[in-house]
Each structure stands twice: as C-alpha cells, then as structure tokens.
C-alpha cells in the first residue's frame, strides 16, 4: 500500500487540517500519517485560538515517520510559525522527500489569519522551492506575488510569474468569484485548466486540504501531476455534493462519501 505524510495543524471540528487529510487519504486508497504544527480549537464558525508545537517534537516527529515508514508523498498545510517552517525545510531536504505537495494556508475559510508575517517570508522563500505544486487560491497567490489577480488571464499570468520565480508547479484554484471552480495549472511553461463542478453548497470548510491530500495521495500511488489533480477535483466534487450539512457556518465536506463497506 502506497503512503502519504500529512504536515500540518489540527482541527478540532475534524472538517479541515490533518483530519481532514486522514480521511481523504483513506478515501483515496494510501495509508495515511501524520505530523501536527499546531492544535487549533476552531469550529465551522471560526478558530478560537491556536497552540503551535515546539520546534524539537516537530522535528522528532518527522525524524519518526520518515526512518521507518517513507512516505511516497507529502502534504504540507498549516504552518503558523517561522521556526518550525524552517524545521520542516530542513527535515525534508535531509530526507530528500518526494512528491511534495504544499497547500500555501494562509487564512481559514472563516476568515481568521492562521499564520504569522515571518512564517509568511520563510513559506515563501524556502519551503515553496521544494514543491513538487502549490495549490494557493486567490487570495494567497496575491499575497505569494504581490500581484493582484481580477479575471482568467490574471490568473494565468501569476500563476506563471510565482511558478517561473520558485521553480515550481502552481496550481492556482478558482472559487474566490473568479473562474468559479476552474483552477489552472502553470508548469514549466505549460498551461492547463481544470474545469469543476459548482456545486450549491456554503459547506466548504477545508476545501484546500482536501484538495491537497487527494493530489498528494494520487501522486503516492504514481499518477502524473495532472492525472492527480483531474482525480482529485473528481473527489472533492463528490465530497461537496454528498450534501453533507453540520454545524452553524461552513461546514464540512463528507470525506467518505465514496466508502463502501459492511463496516460502515
């Protein structure tokens, strides 16, 4: 069975952050770890308050996963200080990590600010580089550009300009009232869209992450970049049309809409 490395913070509603990218995992068919950057005590309606690990258990943590199950992908989300995001730098350039993933989190879908201004600096200098793709929305494109991004074209333009400058895959996402849930993905010259679904739903909480996890787990089992990223917006489609609808503001996807099982 092949394997997948989230890195990333905890969400207590289980809606985003690493429990949101166990389950996609699961649903995607690899085997799923985990190494925590934060606990958060957040709900559909906001985050409460965040709590990062110290730098040294980030590292044992990485250090445990990596020396005895290699992981054949890694997501990377939320990370809300600078210390520990160069802790992670350092841990996967040691490990020569494979298919990195790097989900750019910024600021939840509530509208709470998850990461600090010198992690900001260090994400984008350091750990970006090391991606396989970045999947930023809109507003994390501007902020990773500097660039201001207000139609299709603006798109494709940034995208290229952060791909270009990091030596990287960007797969810019839609969504943000710009080309809706079209994403377009910039590699080495190339452009690609991606053509989604609209769904009628406001139960997007972790949309990224399970985006994320489902490109990382794709890439695990072997798939080309685009083959993933087809495969996963195929299920984060049907995750959000489940219908799922539970708590009192964005609520989650169902994760496991697709599990079929006499255990469930």
């Not at 260090?122 to 991004?149: D, H, M, Y």
């Not at 969504?175 to 993905?185: C, F, N, P, T, Y």
Request: glycine letters at 10%.
């Amino acid at each position: 069975m092949k394997t997948a490395l989230t890195i990333a913070g905890s969400d207590s509603s289980g809606g985003a952050g690493i429990q949101a990218d166990l389950k996609t995992m699961l649903a995607n068919g690899v085997y799923g770890m985990s190494v925590l950057t934060a606990l958060t005590a957040q709900n559909t309606v906001g985050v409460r308050s965040i709590l990062n690990v110290d730098s040294k258990f980030l590292k044992d943590q990485i250090s445990s996963v990596f020396e005895d199950i290699y992981p054949d992908a890694v997501k990377i989300g939320m990370v809300s200080d600078a210390t520990l995001t160069m802790t992670i730098v350092e841990e996967l350039y040691m490990w020569k990590a494979k298919n990195l993933v790097v989900d750019p989190v910024m600021v939840a879908t509530s509208g709470a600010k998850l990461i600090s201004d010198d992690a900001c600096e260090v994400l984008i200098e350091k750990l970006i580089p090391l991606a396989r793709v970045i999947t930023p929305n809109i507003p994390e494109a501007e902020f990773i550009s500097g660039e201001k991004i207000s139609g299709v074209e603006d798109m494709e333009r940034v995208a290229g300009l952060i791909g270009d400058r990091h030596g990287v895959a960007v797969l810019l996402k839609g969504g943000h009232s710009i080309s809706d849930a079209d994403d377009v993905l910039y590699e080495k010259g190339n452009i690609r869209w991606f053509k989604g679904k609209r769904i009628g739903t406001s139960n997007t909480h972790g949309t990224g992450c399970v985006l994320s996890s489902a490109i990382a787990s794709n890439l695990a089992k072997g798939m080309e970049l685009e083959d993933a990223i087809v495969r996963a917006k195929e299920y984060i489609s049907g995750a959000l049309d489940a219908g799922l609808d539970l708590g009192a503001g964005s609520g989650p996807l169902n994760h496991g809409f697709d599990l079929k099982s006499r255990f469930i």
